[in-house]
């Protein structure tokens, strides 16, 4: 899960006031630093690939809008020019991408 997020596993003693502590059975086990942004959108990106079991490049039409929901859902949309970015890792235009938005919040 660490690695899908791109975050680090911390041991108790290592975390900080920005790091994301890990609880078992009420005890701190460790924790998660958030990754930097730089590269999130692949990161995302790779995620959805492995979560479907196909490289982006190679998707078809359904599972590319399986992809964007699932990167929607995930807030990839949030950031700075992800639709163009998308599109292009999808090898399908804005238009496209929209379009999938739309069908993943009918859905």
Known sequence: MADALGATLLAP???????IPLFWDGELVGGLRRPDLHH???RL??????ELGVACPDM???QKQAAVALL????AFTLRKSVEDIA???GVSRFTIYNYLERAEDD
């Open 88 to 90: 292009e890792a999808l």
């Open 40 to 42: 999130a959108l692949d």
């Open 13 to 19: 003693d290592d975390l900080n006031e920005a790091d």
């Open 60 to 62: 078809d039409r359904n």
């Open 45 to 50: 990106l790779e995620a959805a690939s492995q």
């Open 72 to 75: 929607s859902g995930w807030g």
